[in-house]
């Protein structure tokens, strides 16, 4: 097993005594691609800064390969990194055209050896190559930067917000075709975004970020079903919390008993579980199934989400989701099935 | 001159935060180091001079202070600049209005000629005035003249505030109820107080420094008494003291401006309006405008100009010193174009180090760096001719001296071209190139120089022309046989021989128009409407 691409370990950072990393510990393994996902101003560009070598760490490690680029004692420049950047907005040198853009990083020798041609093609901007930055679109703009952060190989690239600029339709293409250069590429990534379901789609791994730590580094899917705290859960997505007691492998709530997973502990607990909406099915009223009244509905199209006021006031709302051609009127009376198993959350003692 | 600063910084990328994670980077050290070169080449010949002002001791002080020839050229000279400043700005204040808000036939030529007489020296508008009639040679005469000349440095950046001003504001004083002049009083000239002081500020800064047209005018003031006691006891401490008083004046200058300026920040209004202003209607006064604006231009710059072409073509018959007027020609050029250089190549670090790693240290060498602003040209002349000879005696006349004082003196002009081209520049592309494999050199080299090279361009034109037009640092430092334009013209007509000394004052406001046309084209393209966006 070879090092990973990037480790960081207790990395700490303060911008006039206003504390932004507070101890980041995160793994980047070779090939993956990895997004950083958190609020803005969470510090998210300041970790990348600090990883490219633009800024001096505080305190703590990182490592790129095995070798340390960023401790107590070494600071290795940005240029001896090794690591790669693509800018929110591409940053492309203007008075440089795309061919000159793409080999800025490239020894002298290599720039005529094809391989400017070859990253072109990786992008698919072959046929741009004289074009000056102000003559491409935003995307293209996009895919220049990426393939100019590429060409010298590096062991990283990292992005940061690299759709942000784009407008809403562009984005999914071009997250796309990006997700796919770095795929065929085999590189190394690291992205940070603030936008949650960029970073569950795109990336192999997302680790969220708050108050200048990782609280959770893990595979989409996993980090959607299993978020470590109930702030966490409401963050990646709509989430229901129910309070309830908590036995081991069910709680009961006021959805009526639920099996659970997770934080199964001896004897009855107070806590809450976590549902996700789309684990609460909207039924005909049935015979000792839980039941609720719909408060109002958001229509979506493909599915639709539901507010309903249960009957017990410990709990007064929760909000389903439905296939939109199930969708019940508001003021129907409903009663609620769930699907799967509630995520335990103890109370902290 | 100054208008190279009015150049918009909205595309800058200054806001806090980015600015505490530009404090955040690590400062090389050698950027550090040689922004701190530039500070104490100014500074120290500064030192020397008040040193040898002051070594002198206290009686020797209170003999050399306080005795009525001082207390004369001070009167002289306190009047003189309040008189000339007011004159100056009041006339600023309304060329501009009448060209930029009014419905004024010929706007745009207007606004062309009242900014012209900047590039005739106030030394050769007095020669011509002088040439014409002795009757000038008094305090009404100086100010009249030095008024004439010094105009535009508040025309030109009250101008540039009026054609950006929101119409909205001037809209809802008349919909309040405000009459067209209480709207202008209360409104609009608000608006322009910063550039109104800053103006103000630059022609009392220059009237201080002015020499050639006071020695002209024979009207005594500490910058021709210096002068005189230089003449008369080479290095003396008299001299320094009196540059000291000067220098002290400057300051009090300063500091009075800023705390004129006080809160005014809200008015820095660059950022251009969405629509143009309605402009005033002149209906029939339009005569009495154009009467008064075709007499300014035509005493300011038309007058100087027919006088010149008058003296060419009566020196003419005699003999017309083709030899030395091309080797003066060449002095000029050399030595404009050497300070243009070293200015431009002194001013780029410390503007680096001050838009890439801002922090206390850079601030305070960059306000160091900004000193020579308010600094005489006799003095800065001075205090290098001490430190030469007392320190360096290699260097006394040489050219490498003088291209240093040049340098010094024009150091704020390059500064503040060279610093508004980088602050428009991302560092996220410096930051780029590191990541692909660029030290920081290299980045600057690759990256940043080539955007910037319009804007070092301009510091360098304006330093150029600052140098060409030169007078009194060259007159004191100038190596025994250089003779420059300026020099050369002055040689002449301080001895009343105005047919030879115009041929050289013609060549050198021919040789500066080049740097000013492409300044104002360049300050034009910047500082103009942006609406056809």
Redesign the interface.
Known sequence: MSAPALSIAALR?S??GTPVLTGLDLEVANGSLTAVLGPSGCGKT?LL?LI?????ADAGTIRVGERVVCDERT?V?????G???V?QEG?L???LDVAANVA??LARSQRGSGRVQELLELVGLAGLAKRHPHELSGGQQQRVALA??L??S?RLVLLDEPFDALDAGLRTQVRAEVRAVLRESGATALLVTHDQEEALSLADVVAVMRDGTIVQAADPQTLYRDPVDAELAGFLGEAVLLAGELHAGHADTALGRLPTRGANGHGATRGSVMLRPEQILCREPLAGAPRGRVLATQFYGHDATARISLQDPACPEITARAAGHRLPAVGDEVSLVVEGTALAYPSPR | MEAAGVGPESRSWSTTYVRARLRARPTPLVLLAIAAAVALLVLLPLGFLLDQALSIGWTQIDHLLFRPFVGTLLVNTVLLVAVATTACVVLGVAVAWCVERTDLPGRRTWAVLAALPITVPAFVTSYSWVSITPIVQHFGGAALIVTLAYYPLVYLPVAAVLRGLDPALEESARSLGMGPWRTFLRVTLPQTRLALLGGGLLVAVHLLSEFGAFAMLRFQTFTTAIYDEYRLSFDGPAASMLATVLVLLCLALLIGELGLRGRARYARVDTGSPRPAARARLGRSKWVVLAGLGALVGLALGLPLVTLVYWVLRGGSTSFPVVSLLSAAGSSLELGLGAALLTTLLALPVAILTTRHPSRIAGALERAAYLPYALPGIVVALSLIVVSVHQLPALYGTTPLLIVAYAILSLPLALVATRAALAQAPPVHEEIARSLGCGPLQALVRVTLPRILPGLGAAAALVFLATVTELTATLLLAPIGTQTLATQFWADASTRSFGAAAPYAGLMVAISALPTYLLTRRLGAVAGPRRAR
């Open positions: 950072k911008f006039g300041t800064r490219a070598g633009f800024e001096r600071y420049a940005p240029e001896q990194r690591v790669g950047f800018a940053a040198f203007p008075h800025f990083g100019r952060a060409a010298p590096p």
